[in-house]
Each structure stands twice: as structure tokens, then as C-alpha cells.
């Protein structure tokens, strides 16, 4: 069992940044997958990132590409996803999502394990 718990969600300008966390604990965190998708209400949940066990591979969505990044710090079993020039259509609750693999993956059906979520809204 993974538990998942966000941070770092709020509200921002359009343009500003803001740093999500994603705090975990259970079982082997480092030799899992994560990801971040996001959510609106009525809509899908929408893939966002995602990085792999070692960290050396990374994946990102067409709309979110070069303004944001996902990382991972192992020793702290957390995930963190820094965006930057954040745009009105970024508003969304965003999910840390946990896989049982440790090879990325890019849709919501991948994920084993979710958080509760966090949301980031930006004003135009």
C-alpha cells in the first residue's frame, strides 16, 4: 500500500509559478513510477507529467511542455512538479498518482495509487 499526500497548491497570477509536492510512504517508493495528472470538474483526468523509478526518464504533456518540470528526491520519497508561466487553462485539482511499475505512464488508467489532490487555480 502507497499513501499520497499533496502540497503546495493555491492561487496565482497568470504568468507565476508555483511547486507541487508529493509526499509518500508504504512500500517501494523508489522502484515506482509517479505522475502527476490533473482534474476539472466534469472533465477526465488529464495526464500532466510523469518520471520514472531512477528518475532518469521524464514525460510531459503536449500543453504543459517547457513550463513545467517533474523531479524526485528518493531519500525524502517525494515528488515535486514545478510550473512555471502558468496560464488560466492550468486551472485544475492536481492528483500525485503512484504506479506499480517503474516505467512512466501517461494515462490515468496506469496509476495504481492516487492522492487526495491540490488545487491550483490562476487568474487571468
Known amino acids: 500500500q502507497v499513501q499520497l499526500v499533496e502540497s503546495g497548491g493555491g492561487l496565482v497570477q497568470a504568468g507565476g509559478s508555483l511547486r507541487l509536492s508529493c509526499a509518500a510512504s508504504g512500500r517501494a517508493f523508489s522502484s515506482r513510477a509517479m505522475g502527476w495528472l490533473r482534474q476539472v470538474p466534469g472533465n477526465e483526468r488529464e495526464f500532466v507529467a510523469a518520471?520514472?523509478?531512477?528518475?532518469?526518464?521524464?514525460e510531459y504533456a503536449d500543453s504543459v511542455r517547457g513550463r513545467v518540470t517533474i523531479s524526485r528526491d528518493s531519500a525524502k520519497n517525494t515528488v515535486y512538479l514545478q510550473m512555471n508561466s502558468l496560464k488560466p487553462e492550468d486551472t485544475a485539482v492536481y492528483y500525485c498518482?503512484?504506479?506499480?511499475?517503474?516505467?512512466?505512464?501517461?494515462?490515468?488508467?496506469?496509476?495504481?495509487?492516487w492522492g487526495q489532490g491540490t488545487q491550483v487555480t490562476v487568474s487571468s
Open positions: 498518482a503512484a504506479r506499480n511499475f517503474p516505467a512512466v505512464g501517461i494515462r490515468a488508467d496506469d496509476y495504481n495509487y
Open positions: 518520471i520514472s523509478w531512477n528518475g532518469r526518464r521524464t
